[in-house]
């Protein structure tokens, strides 16, 4: 009796035993699942993005510079999206495929006809740098996320300060779940609307690239005579912003914008001494050119070593006789003949923005020009004289404005809706020469196209009024002959006046051979665009 009594405490003991564990572990599933079910609610997010878009370059005529193209983007949930039915959409499958088959939310660049759905965004975003841009130069580039060169430098916070995030933003939940649906909160951003507005006509820009395309190293600038905003400005070799590495190891140098830089001017320069020599009073100054003069114990030639004969200022001029020009020189005041190549703007820089300054260039100093043979070098754009396109191009405004020199512009102002400039600053001139001065430069450099049959600028489409130059380098080719750079800068029409152009074929040769020629057809380009 007793042994059962035992026993059946035994068995009592053991059956709250077993009740003990099955409670305790329905109450640990319980919080268990109560935990998961916790976690499987709490949410977080992350973001995915597409790409920027940032400010646009614009031409005078609000139209973009770069941004010119679009591209397409897509962010994509793998397993919210049908395999087959989207690897179709991408441009690179292959890429795609690796990608998808990791899981992850990703993008991948696709069609313009991408269909989007709750596990598919698609993005359209401005190509900043695509096969269509032009004036490189102008443009400048970004290296990293900031400006290097050109506006894009001059204007770096501006072009990149509006926020032109383009991105997705999902929930997820607390195992890192992927919520689609309400989860998913998409940024489009227009920021490339806004931006810096250039004073370079993209037609006319074009123009001088295609004119100047077989250009192997050199430069052409066009100018609104009146206004002095820059047209066009065009660095040979060319280079593209989405291909550095190539322009890095281009041994040419195409990053460098010769523009901006100075070179031996050469008979262009005739212009400015012909320019002293009318307000001293020897417009009708006479010269019997015979191949040669003596300066001082030293002889320097003409082109023509046969001579050219009697010549009178505006034959001369034609001519491109250097003798006479060296010996009206003698006739000059140095230091008011100085004053007057300084009030033309040689010597001086053209400041356009800070990513875009042209060079000084070397004006030879008073005193250095009281040395005889310095003066006779100088007269005629030789010796230490050196100047940029840009300056010849204001030179030839000058002449071409009545004598009144506006200050070159390359920016016109801002804009925050692509439609409008805002705080545009408007031209400014000064007074360089005198009118009857500027009108009879200009009627030499008309009759140095018309009444030389010889002139490669001449044209069956426009009149025009021109001056070349074959200036001198003191460089020899691997033929031991003198390299010269060839020159010449121009206006059009020749009646009135509308556009001035330089074209500088660096170690070219003949001015009249190889940039006569470029500006020919770059004039009768324009005027073909621009019908009066």
Not at 6 to 33: P, Q, S
Not at 122 to 135: D, H, M, Q
Not at 187 to 212: L, M, N, P
Request: glycine residues 10%.
């Amino acid at each position: 009796m007793r042994r059962r009594c035992e026993n059946g405490v035994i068995w009592l003991t053991a059956a709250f035993f077993v009740m003990f564990v099955v409670i305790a572990a329905n109450y640990f599933t319980i919080c268990f699942e109560q935990k998961y079910v916790s976690a499987a609610e709490e949410r977080s997010e992350f973001t995915i993005s597409a790409g920027e878009s940032q400010g646009t370059i614009y031409d005078r005529n609000m139209r973009p510079l770069n941004n010119t193209g679009h591209v397409y983007k897509a962010v994509v949930v793998p397993k919210a999206v049908d395999y087959a039915e989207t690897v179709r959409y991408a441009i690179d499958s292959d890429e795609f495929s690796e990608k998808f088959r990791e899981g992850d939310p990703f993008i991948f660049r696709c069609r313009s006809d991408t269909p989007e759905s709750d596990g598919l965004t698609v993005f359209k975003l401005p190509e900043r740098y695509g096969s269509s841009v032009s004036a490189h130069h102008v443009l400048g580039y970004v290296s990293g996320e900031e400006g290097a060169s050109g506006v894009e430098y001059a204007y770096d916070r501006f072009l990149r300060s509006a926020d032109g995030d383009n991105s997705v933003t999902y929930s997820i939940d607390g195992f890192g779940r992927v919520l689609i649906g309400d989860g998913k909160k998409v940024c489009r951003r227009r920021a490339d609307e806004g931006g810096v507005v250039t004073t370079i006509d993209a037609d006319i820009q074009r123009i001088c690239e295609r004119c100047g395309s077989n250009i192997g190293r050199g430069a052409i600038v066009a100018a609104d005579i009146s206004s002095g905003d820059i047209l066009a400005m065009a660095s040979f070799p060319d280079y593209s912003a989405a291909d550095l590495d190539t322009a890095l190891s281009d041994e040419r140098c195409p990053l460098i914008d010769r523009c901006l830089y100075s070179y031996s001017v050469g008979s262009i320069f005739k212009l400015v001494t012909a320019c002293e020599a009318v307000d001293e009073g020897y417009a009708g100054y006479k010269y019997d050119c015979r191949g040669n003069i003596n300066v001082d114990g030293q002889n320097f030639n003409c082109h023509k070593l046969a001579g050219h004969g009697m010549q009178t200022m505006s034959r001369a001029m034609t001519n491109s006789c250097n003798t006479y020009f060296i010996s009206l020189s003698r006739e000059l005041d140095s230091a008011a003949f100085r004053e007057t190549a300084c009030r033309l703007g040689f010597g001086k820089e053209n400041y356009l923005c800070s990513g875009i300054i042209g060079s000084a260039g070397v004006l030879p100093t008073e005193r250095e020009l009281r040395v005889p043979a310095e003066l006779a070098n100088f007269s005629f754009g030789q010796g230490k004289l050196t100047a940029t396109p840009l300056q010849i191009t204001q030179l030839c405004c000058a002449i071409a404005n009545d004598g009144e020199m506006p200050a070159l512009r390359i920016i016109r102002g801002l804009t925050i809706d692509g439609k409008s400039v805002a705080g545009e600053k408007f031209f400014q001139s000064s007074r360089a020469m005198d009118v009857r001065t500027a009108g009879l430069l200009r009627q030499m450099m008309i009759s140095a196209v018309r009444d030389n049959p010889e002139s490669k600028a001449r044209s069956e489409v426009v009149a025009a009024g021109a001056k070349t130059s074959t200036a001198q380098t003191g460089r020899l080719d691997e033929k031991g002959e003198e390299l010269c750079h060839a020159w010449i800068t121009g206006f059009f029409p020749a009646d009135k006046p509308k556009y001035a152009v330089t074209v500088l074929v660096e170690d070219g040769g003949y001015g009249n051979d190889a940039a006569a020629p470029v500006f020919r057809a770059i004039a009768e380009n324009i005027m073909r665009h621009f019908p009066e």
